[in-house]
């Protein structure tokens, strides 16, 4: 019997993968708010940013100045993203401490976001993770369209397992299933999360989904079912890959983070604080949806403030 964690450690992707897809193009210092309002909240772990062609993504250009104004020792743990050699010195040059590289579960997604094969992504991977141990950095690796491909169609869930464990026998210390598009069900992810925390351990495993059709947070809670304790969200539901047809936003924070509070699983997180950045986020974009918890959760919150 896989045991369900009483406590989740969470990411907020929303100033990486919410900023890259949306229309308008924040500053680096609206960018900075965004962080600081989520930080406020007590979330330990943000996505900042990414090292990528501007040309590529343009509203993650900058990032290196935003990395470098990042507050010091405040006790958040922030990452970026990273998809080949360059972003990786490109983000150790500018002080990144945790870097999250981008492996393929699917041929099509590696060559249409990165333009590598597979197996080239993996190669430069390796050479990373080598080069990162000698820096003293850290690495994730998520592994995109672990259970559907835009190009390629469904994953098979055997492929994921076994790029899993070649990392992990790699020495890479977390890996993260990317459900790129939204596509997961919960008894798939129940299915795949569960064999993979009884071979590798849950300390070692983390999901990250999308919203596309409204199974976010029943694959989250599925994983947790499977002993899953590590999760990716994305404040106020921003989000979606620009590379990725039909991706649309993370499984929003807001409602992770309330579906976790009221079943007594501890996150660090105060609500009140995280629906003031979700609301920082729709007013930075102008388009970000915002959960579904927040219409419920503000007059709710309000109340027991005044009882
Ligand atoms: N950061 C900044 N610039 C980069 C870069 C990086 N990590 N990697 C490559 N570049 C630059 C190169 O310097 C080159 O610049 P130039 O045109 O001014 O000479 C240009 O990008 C093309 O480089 P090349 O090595 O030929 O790359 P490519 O064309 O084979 O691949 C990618 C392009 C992958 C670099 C680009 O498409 C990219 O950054 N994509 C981002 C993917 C992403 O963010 N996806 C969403 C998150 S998963
Ligand atoms: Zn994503």
């Known amino acids: 019997m896989l045991k369900m964690n009483d406590c989740v450690v969470f990411t907020d992707v929303g100033p990486r993968d919410g900023l890259q897809n949306q229309p308008k193009i924040l500053g680096v210092d609206e960018r900075l708010a965004l962080i600081a309002a989520l930080s406020a909240a007590g979330v330990k772990h943000i996505e900042v940013g990414s090292f990528v062609s501007p040309k590529a993504v343009p509203a993650m250009a900058g990032t290196d100045q935003l990395v470098a104004r990042l507050p010091k020792a405040d006790g958040v743990n922030y990452s970026a993203l990273i998809p080949n050699r360059k972003g990786y010195e490109l983000a150790r040059d500018a002080g990144a401490r945790t870097v999250n590289m981008v492996l393929y579960a699917s041929e099509g997604m590696a060559r249409k976001n990165v333009n590598m094969s597979l197996a080239e992504a993996e190669q430069v991977t390796l050479e990373i993770l080598d080069m990162a141990a000698q820096d003293g950095v850290s690495v994730?690796?998520?592994?995109?369209?672990?259970?559907?491909?835009?190009?390629?169609?469904?994953?098979?869930?055997?492929?994921?397992?076994?790029?899993?464990a070649r990392f992990i026998e790699s020495g890479i210390e977390q890996l993260v299933l990317a459900d790129?598009?939204?596509a997961a069900n919960p008894m798939q992810v129940r299915k795949l999360t569960g064999d993979?925390?009884?071979?590798?351990?849950?300390?070692?495993?983390?999901?990250?989904?999308?919203?596309?059709?409204?199974?976010?947070?029943?694959?989250?809670?599925?994983a947790l079912e499977s002993g899953v304790y590590r999760f990716d969200g994305s404040i106020a539901g921003l989000g979606g890959c620009p590379f990725a047809p039909g991706a649309s936003g993370n499984v929003a924070s807001e409602d992770v983070i309330m579906m976790l509070d009221q079943m007594g699983v501890k996150t660090g997180i105060d609500l009140d604080a995280l629906l003031r950045a979700s609301d920082l986020a729709q007013e930075l974009t102008g388009t970000?949806?915002?959960?579904?918890?927040?219409a419920w959760l503000g007059p709710w919150l309000e109340k027991q403030k005044q009882a």
């Open 196 to 222: 993979l925390v009884v071979s590798h351990g849950a300390d070692r495993i983390g999901c990250h989904f999308h919203d596309t059709r409204a199974m976010g947070v029943a694959n989250v809670f599925a």
């Open 180 to 182: 790129t598009i939204g």
């Open 140 to 164: 994730v690796a998520a592994v995109a369209t672990a259970f559907c491909c835009p190009f390629d169609g469904p994953t098979d869930p055997g492929k994921v397992r076994e790029i899993i």
């Open 288 to 294: 970000a949806p915002g959960g579904r918890a927040k």
